[in-house]
């Protein structure tokens, strides 16, 4: 199974792409730009190499879609429908991991306040754009700092909620999220419950600002999830 | 320091009730009606009682916030208003917890969805009827299952978010909220963060119903709050 992150070459896709690849994936880090996916993945290889990791590739967003098997998703929701639309047609019929949080950033606003849009997720907003090409979108890694991926080897002590409509999509985005030590995926539900995992963020991300931290999550309490 | 549970007499409030009157406060639960508070206050009180607590006492919700130095509200979104103008006039210049949850079930529709309201919270829509009482607004006890609360005398493994404009008045909530065991208070801001907090509640009720429990809750991870 080969993962495609598109829009790898930010922290949250880097990071998640880092990560993975130390657990042993195959993961292409996409980009607009072929050649800054190859720049971005030559110095992130070097950076990781003591961990023994299976090496990162870089590729223009689109050709990401096409090899890969399971996309990951991570641009600004600004850049979330046009990123979309250029690997619709090579993204047919696959799994989509969507960690898009629709925050004010994204109009010029503060990084700790939710965006509210419509539909009322950025995970929903995604299934829209990408309707009639049969991808099965999952919300997931929204609750998952940058920071803390970035911190390897520590385990990541956080739960990291998912939800989607297609059962065997979240089980294919659980096994992706749960090879990062210390994760524990949660399926929360459908689609349409993406807006309750989304709207965690930036409540993280104004604790983080205001407790100056960088490592803010979770972990659900009171339920067996076995 | 007497606290005053408004609406006191349903799962949430005297769960409160019961647990702070355990750890040795003083505590009136009010009820539209003295004589349901008192009924509901001596069943309670025999329930309770091994656990050698303070003696709950019983009063309308106005004599109830005459009384109390600080004020718990714990009625459901659709009484919220009628509610505090009853109590408007004695609650004057007082602390007042809000742990009302905007939840659909408000308007006929299922517990686990979020209802949106203007303003964007039910703790900044309490601050706003009881403007011009220089009424104290804390959003508290939103994120705290009733079963959790009735579960005595377990500890409760679960963060409890505040919020609020006002410094001493989230002080004198953290330190109500810290007398029931487990409870760890987090000071997430000001009030207009309320959403933040009161869209987690249909995120664990979701969760609850899911998974098949009534204790959902959570634990912020990655922060140092010393
Ligand atoms: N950072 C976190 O801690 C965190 C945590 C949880 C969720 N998220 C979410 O994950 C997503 C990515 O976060 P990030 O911090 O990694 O973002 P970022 O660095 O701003 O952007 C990631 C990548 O998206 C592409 N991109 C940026 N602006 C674009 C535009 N206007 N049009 C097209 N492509 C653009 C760029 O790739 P190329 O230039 O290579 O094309 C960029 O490297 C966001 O939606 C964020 O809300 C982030
Ligand atoms: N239950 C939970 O686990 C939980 C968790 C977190 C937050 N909350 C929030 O806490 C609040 C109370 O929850 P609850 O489950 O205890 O609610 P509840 O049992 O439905 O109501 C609490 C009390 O409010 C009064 N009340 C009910 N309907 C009213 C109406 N139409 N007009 C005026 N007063 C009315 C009643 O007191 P009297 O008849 O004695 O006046 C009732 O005993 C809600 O906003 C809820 O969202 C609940």
């Known amino acids: 199974m080969k993962i495609g992150i598109i829009g790898g070459t930010g922290p949250q896709g880097l990071g998640i792409a880092k990560r993975l690849a130390i657990a042993g994936e ?28 299976k090496e990162l590739v870089g590729m223009a967003n689109e050709d990401a879609a096409a090899a890969a098997d399971v996309l990951i998703l991570t641009v600004p929701l ?7 639309k250029t690997i619709k047609e090579n993204a047919k019929g696959k799994v ?3 960690a898009t949080v629709p925050l004010e950033t994204a109009i010029g606003g503060p990084v700790s306040n939710p965006l509210h849009i419509n539909p009322g997720s950025a995970a929903e907003r995604a299934a ?13 890694f929204n609750n998952i700092s940058n920071s803390h991926l970035a911190n390897i080897p520590d385990p990541i002590e956080c739960d990291c909620l998912i939800c989607g409509d297609d059962k065997e999509a979240k089980e294919i985005a659980s096994d992706i ?13 459908p689609l349409n419950k993406a807006h309750l995992i989304e709207s965690i963020t930036p409540l993280l991300i104004g604790m983080n ?18």
């Open 96 to 98: 989509l991991l969507d």
């Open 78 to 84: 600004q850049a979330q429908s046009a990123t979309l």
């Open 26 to 53: 195959d993961v292409i880090v996409g980009s607009r730009k072929e050649e800054k996916a190859l720049t971005v993945v030559g110095e992130a290889n070097e950076e990781i190499k003591e961990h023994n990791p």
């Open 177 to 189: 999220i749960e090879k990062i030590p210390g994760l524990r995926s949660i399926d929360i539900g």
């Open 209 to 226: 600002i205001k407790f100056k931290s960088h490592y803010g999550g979770f972990r659900i309490t009171g339920i067996d999830f076995e």
């Open 128 to 140: 829209k754009i990408l309707k009639d090409a049969d991808v099965k979108v999952v919300a997931a």
